[in-house]
């Protein structure tokens, strides 16, 4: 039995994992597309690509807040999980 529970912590950490991992590159993404954007507003002075920067990162930030927001989840699952098989070792 210890060890279903050891996979089924391991099987949470690598979602929570994943999640992380694409936080991390939705912001790399973000300032990669937001900086070119603004860029290109600068060299051109078209107001559009300034609209598509700002556009982006608003989108960008949902996107980041909805991972970070799973991710938390299931560090409480992994916490909830964790104790609960502390609690029926003690026992």
């Not at 992380?20 to 690509?49: H, L, M, P, R």
């Not at 700002?54 to 989840?73: A, T």
């Amino acid at each position: 039995m210890e060890q279903e529970k050891i996979k089924h912590l391991e099987f949470i950490q690598n979602v929570i994992t994943r999640m992380n991992s694409n936080s991390f590159s939705i912001k790399g993404w973000a300032v990669t597309i937001s900086s070119a954007s603004i860029g290109i507003f600068v060299a051109s002075e078209i107001n559009d690509f300034l609209l598509i920067g700002v556009f982006s990162s608003i989108i960008f930030w949902f996107l980041d807040s909805f991972y970070l927001h799973q991710e938390r989840k299931y560090r409480g699952l992994y916490n909830d999980t964790r104790d609960e098989s502390d609690r029926k070792s003690t026992r």
